[in-house]
């Protein structure tokens, strides 16, 4: 999807001049590429892209997903898009008294929303670098409305993959993790042997949830 | 009635729910103000239109139940617009009764509307017959003395009455008046500002986007003075380079370098022109995005906020109802309708502004004669009013009647047993009327003039402080009583003191702390391992926050000692901080749901930065603060105790533990003053710490409290060891068996009701227990 931006509308704060016809059909042209462009509601593309894909993939049995792929220590984790909200760059996180534990760190300021952050490290028992990496980005992720932030040391992919195609998870990634774990996705590409392990949404969310009781 | 119509076409349906709503209120209120005022030619027209108008909206939804009743009550209002008839009690009665069946309508669920309305159909007949008389001067007499009756007399729903009501006959018995012209109506009409709906979730998303796009406002102006550092160094590089040409020029040799100096001179200056003028259109920008982010995020704010008389709606009506009932005669008034209010508030405030109006008139306003008797007006006086005062909100609940006797009260709280005759002879008048707000307070007897009085006054206590606010009573003896709640204005917006604790950003809320101090650390004193400084020549106690709060010490670089001070009834705190951040508006968000109540903390806010702060609870960290100290002085107790063994053997010591200050202190005055020896923990967790440290005869706690709840403990302390033979006793509020089993299954000695303080027998089952004292 390409964006074009539409022409920058001339510096509102210039009135008095009368305006010619073809000024004002250029703002109001400007003003309605404004309008036409701004990003449409989630749900609305979901429903779409459901609606199109399904005469694509109709017939070949083939159930198109994806999942966003990030890096914690040196294991990879995928988390389905469906549940990913937004990323970004490393936020303060502000410990609750009597409530802050090894995996809830406390409150991060996403967006001026207050969002409860988890350690994925400790979670999942990956290792951790010995100080943050300039790549560490923060997920917001979400699950029947309830919101989680977490830290990665890189965000590697959105990868789109067939559903039929993934592993059964093995032992690759860290015991603890194995538990949250429900299949491994091949990456191909940049080296053979490669996977993410997938991260099963319920138990995931789940095992956040738990951290705060 | 409606055929077999469908009326789940849901959003028109909410539509005139939402319009009957507007209407409704409109009618309540007019109809009591009509009643004193029964010829007001423009309340007539405001009231002939409303009721006009849920006639037009149930039509369209198919309500023909409503349409009937609801013109009824329009050919009443015109009749009486005319001048045909006078609107006395009777008939303003029979009009009071359509409002409520047509509010009753309006709430109906519209899927099962054709049935519900066909069950009532003879109510409605019954309704609409009534007003028909009214409207031709022939309603001499409601059909009950008390006004609502008609309603809850109605017959019980029954299927055999189908389609019952006669449209015929009902047309044939309305006077003919034909209904007056739409236009007319859209003259006359005040233009009122349009309020829209919209979900909270999506106000409380839109103030954090405003707060956030006023974070990043900020951030620009920061990169504006980044600018300023260049600009600055390009003018240094301009300077440099005119020393340089002078000192060629003095050298003689400048004459070399003619066409390089001459570039060095024109293009550093160049660049600093280019900078300043890049850096104050950087700035206008800033400081435009930065006024607008802010006026867009004031705007958000304000929306929250509502007039104070959208609360007020049913009160006229209310008033005007329960003195009728209780046969008293009353004058309404109300002041400051236009008073802003945050809407949360507002909407909570209902509950408890209600009650008091009913205690008004119930206990506070005496029968006509005894008015008469005592020389005032027949008419009572009751008076409600909203306005701001030094930053909170003050509502005033006020009668001119019968008013509290202090000592009434001071003989009633000893014969309780809750304190010693001695104590409660030098309280003074405000502390004895504190006790008006006990739970169940002087529930029983009701011969003496306080009977009732505190029924639910602690609902009202709670929700003040709940609010972040407090009420107190203020009466004269045969002058009346004023209850006068003190709430914030808004509990979106808060002042807070940002200090730092153990490396964090914390908020004290300012109208909750006494002052911040700065002391010199020779300024502390010690004794027994506890510290404490000297305020207006007392002692106060002081504790680092960090341990209040379970959290790591931070680092000071200071050398001096920051105090938050904090006072709680006659009681004095200091909590000792690392730094002072200053003050700041936050913009309160509540807590994730998901927390649950988090112990010392009551909401969260984003700060001018972008970074998350925590607003402290003080009342929740005084009792801890409070608890840290008692623990302290527990040990140092037993120290000196050795001392006076002789005149201490014997004494019993017992455990208390519920959540609410004022249970607590109920109960440590019943125990003690019948001899026994009281330590006082705030809940689960903290009397399971203390239970282990401490001797105790008994253990009396209260079921529902934070961190852990008092069956949990009860189990804990019959699964030990050790502590399983100390008896416990379980005050809850909770009365049903299933509750009292649970006690009793946890292993509890003994299960009793709140209730029950009042009575001797309380203290008597604690006898029972463990013996004398």
């Known amino acids: 999807m390409s964006e074009p931006r539409p022409p920058a509308a ?34 609305y593309l979901e429903a779409w892209a459901r609606s199109l894909t399904r005469a694509l993939f109709e017939g070949a049995a083939k159930e198109e997903r994806a999942a966003v792929v990030f890096r914690l220590g040196e294991d990879l984790y995928a988390l389905d898009v469906g549940h990913v909200r937004e990323v970004h760059r490393p936020r303060r996180v502000h410990r609750v008294p009597g409530r802050t534990n090894e995996v809830f760190r406390g409150l991060v300021s996403l967006r001026g929303e207050l969002v409860l952050c988890a350690d994925l490290h400790v979670l999942l028992g990956a290792d951790r670098p010995p100080r943050p990496p300039a790549t560490t980005r923060v997920v917001r992720a979400e699950k029947d409305g309830q919101g989680w932030a977490f830290d990665v040391d890189e965000l590697l992919d959105v990868r789109r993959y067939d559903a039929a195609a993934v592993a059964q998870p093995q032992v690759t990634v860290s015991k603890a993790a194995v538990h949250f774990t429900d299949a491994l996705l091949p990456l191909g590409g940049e080296g053979v042997g490669r996977h993410a392990a997938r991260l099963d949404a319920a138990r995931f969310f789940a095992g956040l949830a738990r951290s705060l009781t | 009635m409606t055929g077999g119509e469908d009326l789940s076409g849901f959003s028109l349906f909410e539509l005139f729910r939402a319009e009957a709503e507007a209407h409704l209120g409109t009618l309540e209120t007019g109809l009591v103000a009509l009643e004193a005022d029964p010829k007001n030619a423009t309340r007539l027209e405001e009231l002939m239109r409303a009721a006009h108008s849920i006639k037009g909206a149930a039509r369209i939804v198919g309500l023909d139940a ?33 409002t409520d069946v047509l509010k009753s309508v309006s709430q109906i669920d519209p899927a099962v509307a054709p049935q519900a309305l066909a069950g009532r159909a003879e109510e409605f007949q019954a309704l609409v017959v009534r007003l028909q008389q009214a409207s031709r001067g022939e309603l001499l007499e409601s059909p009950a003395s008390a006004p609502q009756a008609a309603v809850v007399a ?17 047309a044939a018995a309305v006077p003919a008046v034909p209904a007056p012209p739409t236009t007319a109506r859209a003259g006359g009409e005040a233009v009122e500002d349009q309020s829209v709906r919209v979900s909270a979730t999506s106000l409380t998303r839109m103030l954090a986007f405003a707060g956030e796009s006023l974070v990043e406002a900020r951030r620009l102006s920061a990169q504006a003075a980044a600018l300023e550092v260049l600009k600055r160094s390009s003018g240094r590089l301009v300077t440099a380079v005119e020393n340089l040409a002078d000192r060629l020029a003095s050298n003689g040799e400048a004459a070399k370098h003619t066409e390089a100096l001459a570039l060095l001179r024109t293009q550093p200056a160049r660049v600093r022109d280019k900078l300043s003028e890049q850096r104050e259109a950087l700035e206008t920008t800033a400081r435009r995005g930065e006024d607008l982010a802010d006026r867009l995020y004031g705007e958000i704010l304000a929306s929250r906020m509502r007039p104070f008389g ?17 046969r008293k005669k009353t004058r309404f008034r109300v002041e400051g309708r236009e008073v802003l209010v945050d809407r949360d508030i507002l909407e909570r405030a209902e509950a408890p502004l209600n009650h008091l109006l009913r205690n008004a008139l119930d206990h506070g306003l005496e029968v006509p004669e005894a008015r008469a008797a005592a020389g005032k007006p027949v008419d009572g006086l009751l008076y409600l009013s909203a306005r701001h005062r030094g930053g909170m909100l003050e509502v005033v609940v006020e009668d001119d ?17 809750m304190i010693g005759a001695d104590i409660a002879g030098s309280l003074s008048k405000a502390e004895l009327f504190e006790f008006l707000f006990l739970p169940g307070f002087s529930t029983r007897d009701q011969v003496t ?24 009573v203020e009466s004269e003896v045969g002058k009346g009583t004023r209850f006068v709640l003190v709430l914030p204005i808004t509990r979106s917006v808060l002042r807070a003191a940002l200090v730092e604790i153990s490396g964090e950003p914390f908020a004290f809320p300012l109208t909750r702390i006494e002052r911040l101090l700065r002391l010199e650390a020779g300024a502390l004193q010690s004794t027994e391992g506890r510290q404490h400084y000297l305020h207006e020549g007392q002692p106060v106690g002081l504790v680092s926050a960090s341990e209040v709060l379970s959290l790591p010490p931070g680092k000071t670089a200071s050398e001096h000692v920051h105090v938050v001070q904090l006072v709680s009834g006659n009681d004095r705190y200091g909590l000792a901080v690392e730094r002072f951040l200053g003050e700041q508006d936050l913009v309160v968000r509540p807590l994730d749901t998901r927390l649950g109540k988090v112990a010392n903390l009551s909401a969260a806010a984003v700060l001018e930065d972008g970074d998350p702060v925590l607003i402290v609870d003080t009342d929740d960290l005084v009792r801890s603060v409070d608890l840290l100290l008692h623990q302290g002085r527990m040990r140092t107790i037993r120290v000196t105790a050795r001392k006076d063994e002789a005149q201490r053997r014997g004494r019993k010591r017992v455990l208390v533990v519920d959540d609410s200050r004022t249970v607590r202190e109920v109960e440590r005055g019943l125990l003690t003053s019948r001899g026994y020896l009281v330590d006082v923990a705030v809940d689960g967790s903290d009397g399971w710490n203390a239970v ?28 030990d060891a050790h502590l399983r033979k100390i008896p416990i006793m379980i005050v809850s509020y909770k009365d049903r068996e299933e509750d009292r089993q649970r006690g009793l299954e946890a292993g509890a000695d003994a299960y009793v009701t709140k209730s029950s303080f009042q009575e001797a027998g309380w203290i008597d089952s604690v006898v029972d227990l463990v013996g004398e004292p």
């Open chain 2, 401 to 417: 009647g019968r008013g509290v006797d202090p000592e009434r009260v001071r003989t009633r709280v000893v014969e309780r047993g």
């Open chain 2, 449 to 472: 003039q306080l009977s009732g009085r505190g029924v639910g006054l602690d609902v009202v206590q709670r929700f003040a402080q709940e609010m972040g606010g407090s009420v107190r």
């Open chain 1, 10 to 43: 001339s510096a509102p704060a210039a009135p008095a001049a009368p305006l010619s016809a073809a000024e004002a059909e250029a703002r109001l042209r400007a003003a309605a590429d404004r309008l036409l462009a701004r990003a449409p509601a989630p749900a």
């Open chain 2, 154 to 170: 109605a017959p019980p729903p029954s299927a055999s009455v189908p389609q019952v009501a006669a449209p015929p006959v009902a």
């Open chain 2, 310 to 326: 959208d609360a007020l709606g049913g009160f006229p009506r209310l008033v005007r109802d329960v003195a009728r009932e209780l």
């Open chain 2, 692 to 719: 282990r440290g401490g001797d105790y005869a008994l253990v009396i706690t209260d079921v529902d409290m934070p961190r852990m709840n008092g069956i949990e403990l009860t189990r804990r302390i019959k699964q």
């Open chain 2, 66 to 98: 409503a349409v009937k009743v609801a013109h009824a009550m329009e050919d009443c209002l015109v009749a009486a617009q005319k001048g045909k008839i006078m609107l006395a009690v009777p008939a303003i009665d029979a009009l009071l009764s359509g």
